[in-house]
């Protein structure tokens, strides 16, 4: 004759609690790190385990990875530790993510616990904050006579996260850029009819919460200064010449 297995309540037999198995009484909470720091993630259950937790991540694309130990991720930069405690209350599962990409960006973390009864975490999402990145931070280097008309562009690969505005903030030598033949335009700056005046070190300011990018590129004289001073030293001569 076959006995049917009856859960008791009894405390001095077995719970009801033990029978059902664990309960996560902590899901993984929204996260938001810098690409290159770390951000922890946790989840708690309401008993005492000594097998670890399952960490699964999935990136913005829909692709898995599963954490169970201290490792290094696909990506080969992200590096994953595991941590298990035991409370009064039960135990806490933590997943800390160091030296982040921001491939994770848009992901999600979630845990599995496996105790005889296999219960599952809601997801957490993670948000990834990183730098605008440029083709090329350096422009070429202008020469000008006066009386020119020219565009100098950049190539803005990827505006970050949070994205950065267009167009950026121009400086020319350090103060801001206020000049009625430089004109700014979303990827750029317009020159039009310019004068030596103009000279300069251009640069733009791309800037979020995640840190800044800068491009930058020089105005200069067509004239090499030796040839100017020649010329200088030479109308001076004939200034002093007519005085005379």
């Known amino acids: 004759m076959i006995f049917p297995i009856i859960c008791l309540s009894l405390t001095l037999l077995i719970s009801e609690t033990s029978c059902s198995g664990p309960i996560i009484t902590e899901d ?55 941590i298990m405690e035991d409370t009064a209350s039960g135990t806490v599962f933590s997943l800390i993510l160091s030296n982040i990409l921001k491939n994770w960006n848009e992901g999600s973390v979630k845990c599995t616990v496996n105790d005889g009864v296999t219960i599952m975490s809601t997801p957490a999402f993670i948000t990834v904050y990183y730098p605008p990145a440029l083709e090329r931070m350096k422009g070429p280097e202008i020469k000008i006579e006066g009386g020119e008309s020219f565009n100098v562009t950049f190539n803005i690969t990827d505006l970050g996260n949070p994205p950065v505005s267009l167009p950026p903030n121009w400086t020319v030598d350090g103060s801001t850029l206020e000049n009625n033949r430089v004109t700014i335009i979303e990827y750029g700056l317009q ?35 030796q040839v100017t001073m020649i010329v200088m030293s030479a109308l001076l001569a004939f200034t002093m010449a007519i005085l005379a």
């Open 28 to 82: 993984p909470s929204n996260s938001s790190v810098i690409e290159g720091k770390t951000v922890t993630f946790q989840c708690a259950v309401d008993l005492n385990l000594t097998t670890p937790a399952n960490w699964t991540l999935t990136d913005a694309n829909s692709k898995e990875e599963f954490v169970t130990t201290n490792s290094t991720l696909s990506d080969g930069e992200t590096m994953a530790a595991v």
């Open 191 to 225: 020159f039009v009819d310019v004068l030596l005046d103009d000279k300069g070190d251009y640069k733009a300011l791309f800037a979020n919460k995640a840190g800044n990018t800068t491009f930058s590129f020089m105005v200069n004289s067509g004239f090499p200064i």
